[in-house]
């Protein structure tokens, strides 16, 4: 009897793991479409390896865990919890993250257990590199023996998301919101709201700095940073400057924003910089539209990026809201991506948001790089297999993993590794790059997704963050625009700003002074409509400018809505008015 | 700007009182019960959250079924709202009679049962509503500009509710007769009771229009803000629910009104003139409620049950 239990004992206390197995561990907060999308992502590729023989012959299975808490909500696991689950689970790889305050607790979990960890939702530097920054939080530029196994498949960190989000805004302002609004002749307001959590803290701070909108360099305050760093600002100081008039950092639970928005229209802003990746996108968009808050909503919303519902919970209201995804509406950067996108629509009834392309790509990944290896289980350093230092054999599988067919871009890591490497030693002491940029030449060893193209042009084809727009019930991406000047991106539309903001409906040609625009409603509007009639939004023809009355068709009722204003000029630059809208 | 900026003063005016009154609506449900029964309804802000979710249930939206009733039971906004609030206030009247009242004399054992509730009814709309938003979508749409202050015709809807509501609850327990059996059972008890007043059935009674308060502000304050309803959503009012009545004073009425005010008016101000920290108005609120009760710790309106005419 005491033998029988002392088997049963021993039987129940590890993990049981069918032989031929490959167990991925998903964390995240499985009930939101954060983790939904990671689930699913995972489901599709674990299906998609399965049928075609497993890894090397042993069975993908996906074993998920839920770590809601430190949201709004006591009854969800915590992240060091869901961590545990997994390891109790005897999962080989982890995918996911979301939360930085989670991720934080969950990566300690699996460094412990050497457990390589791919994140495929958090942004924050700190995660993996937080560049010369002095916090709290070491990763893998500070300590590399121990966060090596931690690896960064999406998003691209949040210095080149906000960089992503500026150097939009900056194009934007330049070509639509200054000759409109100043005629460059004085500052450009804008305002800021921010939620108030780690991961948009360095966005936050950059995007609601003057100095480093308009100045071509800045020194970055001391600390966190070093003494005497110097960063590239934006340098819009040429144009005319931008003055950042209301800045809010917002409860990432908050559910009104009417004080703020009220503020925002107070201030005569015209560029709205939101930066929220929870549930209470919604709320703010919903009352930036009811509160006819006449600037354009452009920066991060990350439960806009849910196709369908984002429209259809919003009554619509989200109608030219833009901010950076993975990709839009079936967006065809490459077949993969597309087949990804109709397998998701088939199999769960709405597209894939960032994470479900990460989660995605990142087993995709395991399964070729241990394919190519032509090795399972692995064996490290001690030689023994089973043990936790077997990791250690893989993290140069990933580390040098280019793969010019990722799900949304050509991948690879940054890099290279960082301690006491002379090669990064003798980089630093002569690039002209500042601390944070990315270093296009180098590959590997420091763990984050690779992107290094931020302007209109995306010419080498590595992962960057598009910007993408609400348009006429569908997200479409307004940005990059070329692929090489002037060849245009085939799935790219033009961006719009939203009709408020207009003095006209019907001024619909979106073309900036001096070739056509704003300031005369002419035949080349009449041209557009001609050219788009009877269309409605998916059509390649359609353009968003065209439908007038925003009933997502182009009809004689825009044409009857041109008629009536056709021929009016419009003197630009148009004044600042907080109230009204119309000026006809 | 600055502190004397005439289109923030008058910003901080009216939505401070719409905040205020929205706020006063929310609250009166949870110092009703508690000033005639003596429970700390801690399971309010889920009756809350269940207002807004059956709203959603009888009025489908057509891309956005709920998993659970079928199309046929739709019904228009005005129809889908009464029907929401009679139910949640038929859940209350159940919850009090098979699991507050078995332990109504036990004070903590209440707040135990009710937060078990809370989490219980959370877990429910999970399962069957799952973790992903709801539509509930405002009854008016557009806005209007008061003061040169924007405001939307809903938040205006919630504000003028609220103010009506509250004026029609303080009407009928002063002078109707079940008010005035709710007001006896709130001052005594016992001698209630030898009066031949049925105490549980009006304590039943009490939960309900309680818990039907509760589910009309979920239907008007989602509505007015986040216009959706989520699993998670009833914690920020349950919070704010018991500062308000704190602030007041437990059981108070007039007190509820008045906290209520005072929350809207310092979260507004904090929003609008330190929207660096705009991230804490919450817990400014919380704050003003415990400096209140550093110099008076029974609330603004000491007493502790107040339904008196």
Redesign the interface.
């Known amino acids: 009897m005491v033998t029988l239990l002392l088997i049963s004992i021993a039987f129940f206390s590890f993990p049981i793991r069918a032989v031929g197995t490959i167990k991925i561990g998903v964390v995240g907060p499985m009930p939101w479409i954060q983790g939904q999308g990671m689930r699913e992502g995972a489901e599709i590729a674990r299906d998609e390896i399965n049928a075609a023989g497993g890894i090397l012959g042993n069975t993908v299975e996906i074993v998920t865990a839920d770590d809601l808490r430190g949201e709004q909500d006591p009854t969800g696991p915590t992240g060091k919890a869901a961590a545990e689950e997994l390891m109790a689970a005897g999962v080989d790889f982890v995918v996911g993250g979301f939360r930085t305050e989670a991720v934080l607790a969950e990566r300690t979990v699996f460094m412990d257990n050497k457990k390589i960890f791919f994140i495929a939702g958090a942004s924050t530097d700190e995660l993996i590199d937080d560049g010369p920054k002095n916090n709290p939080y070491d990763d893998v530029r500070e300590d590399y023996a121990r966060y090596r196994y931690t690896f960064r498949v999406t998003p691209i960190n949040s210095t080149m998301l906000f960089k992503s989000i500026a150097g939009f805004e900056k194009y934007t302002m330049i070509s639509l919101l200054m000759p409109m609004y100043t005629g460059y002749a004085s500052p450009l307001k804008i305002a800021v709201i921010s939620e108030s959590l780690v991961w948009a803290d360095t966005m936050h701070f950059f995007l609601s700095w003057n100095d480093w909108w308009n100045n071509a360099t800045v020194t970055l305050p001391s600390p966190p940073y070093p003494p005497g760093t110097v960063y590239p600002g934006m340098g819009m100081a040429p144009y005319g400057r931008v003055n950042v008039v209301y800045q809010a950092r917002v409860s990432a639970i908050a559910t009104d924003f009417t004080a703020e928005l009220s503020a925002v229209k107070t201030s005569e802003a015209r560029l709205l910089i939101h930066v929220i990746s929870g549930a209470a996108g919604r709320t703010f968009i919903s009352q930036w539209n009811d509160l006819g808050v006449k600037a354009v909503p452009l920066g991060i919303d990350v439960l806009g990026q849910e196709i369908p519902a984002h429209w259809d919970l919003t009554g619509g209201k989200c109608q030219f809201e833009g901010f950076l995804a993975t990709a839009a509406q079936r967006t065809p950067l490459n077949a993969r991506t597309l087949a990804f996108y109709d397998t998701t629509m088939t199999r769960y009834g709405h597209a894939p948001i960032y994470t479900s392309y990460g989660a995605y790509d990142a087993i995709i990944a395991i399964d070729e790089a241990l394919e190519a290896n032509g090795k399972w289980p692995m064996t490290g350093p001690d030689g023994v297999s089973g043990t936790l230092d077997d990791s250690d054999e893989m993290v140069p599988l990933f580390e040098k993993a280019y793969r010019p067919n990722g799900i949304v871009g050509k991948f690879k890591y940054t890099g290279p590794h960082p301690m006491g490497s002379a090669a990064y030693d003798t980089y630093m002491a002569n690039t002209t790059h500042s601390y944070l940029d990315i270093n296009p030449t180098m590959a590997g060893t420091l763990h984050d997704v690779f992107s290094n193209e931020l302007g209109p042009e995306w010419k080498e084809g590595y992962t960057r963050a598009l910007f993408t727009q609400w348009q006429g019930g569908r997200l479409e991406v307004v940005y990059p625009v070329y692929s090489t000047i002037p060849t245009r991106l085939p799935f790219s539309k033009i961006f719009m700003l939203p009709r408020l903001m207009f003095p006209y409906p019907s001024d619909i040609v979106q073309v900036p002074p001096p070739t056509g625009g704003y300031g005369l409603i002419d035949i080349f509007d009449a041209l557009t409509i001609v050219g788009t009639f009877g269309t409605t939004p998916g059509a390649p023809a359609w353009h968003a400018a065209a439908d007038t009355n925003d009933d997502r068709v182009i009809d004689i009722f825009d044409a009857l809505t041109l008629r009536i204003v056709f021929g009016k000029k419009i003197a630009l630059p148009l004044p600042y008015c907080s109230e009204g809208g119309r000026l006809s | 700007?600055n502190l004397g900026?005439k289109?923030?003063i008058e910003?901080l005016l009216l939505?401070g009182a719409i905040?205020g009154a929205v706020y006063a609506l929310l609250a009166l449900g949870f110092t009703l019960i508690y000033g005639v029964a003596e429970v700390v309804n801690m399971a309010h802000g889920a009756l809350f959250m269940l207002g807004a979710y059956m709203f959603f249930a009888f009025s489908l939206?057509p891309?956005?079924p709920p998993l659970w009733i079928a199309s046929p039971f739709a019904l228009e906004s005005g129809w889908a709202l009464i029907v929401a609030i009679i139910a949640v206030g038929i859940v209350g009247s159940i919850i009090y009679v098979l699991v507050i009242n078995p332990v109504i004399k036990d004070a903590l054992a209440s707040i135990v049962v009710t937060v078990a509730l809370a989490?219980v009814f959370?877990?429910a709309v999970?399962i069957e509503f799952?973790?992903?938003?709801?539509?509930v979508?405002p009854f008016v749409?557009?806005?209007t500009?008061i003061l040169?202050?924007?405001m939307?015709y809903?938040?205006l809807l919630a504000f003028g509710a609220s103010l009506i509501l509250f004026a029609i609850i303080s009407l009928f327990i002063g002078k109707s007769k079940i008010g005035k059996a709710m007001r006896a059972t709130a001052q005594d008890r016992e001698a209630a009771m030898l009066m031949g007043i049925n105490t549980t059935r009006i304590c039943m009674f009490t939960m309900f229009i309680s818990a039907s308060l509760a589910a009309l502000a979920g239907i008007l304050?989602s509505g007015s803000?986040?216009?959706?309803a989520?699993?998670?959503?009833w914690?920020?009012p349950l919070s704010m629910s018991f500062a308000i009545v704190i602030l007041g004073g437990l059981g108070s009425i007039k007190g509820t009104l008045i906290g209520a005010f005072i929350v809207g008016y310092a979260?507004?101000a904090v929003?609008?003139y330190l929207?660096?920290?705009?991230?804490l108005?919450?817990v400014v609120a919380l704050a003003v409620m415990v400096s209140v009760l550093l110099i008076r710790p029974k609330g603004l309106f000491g007493k502790r049950i107040e339904l008196e005419e």
């Open positions: 700007m900026d289109a923030l910003a939505y905040a939206a891309k956005n989490i959370q877990q999970y799952g973790g992903v938003h709801r539509a979508f749409e557009g806005s500009t040169g202050v924007t939307t809903t938040k304050i803000t986040t216009q959706v989520t699993p998670q959503m914690l920020t979260e507004n929003a609008l929207p660096g920290g705009s991230f108005k919450g």
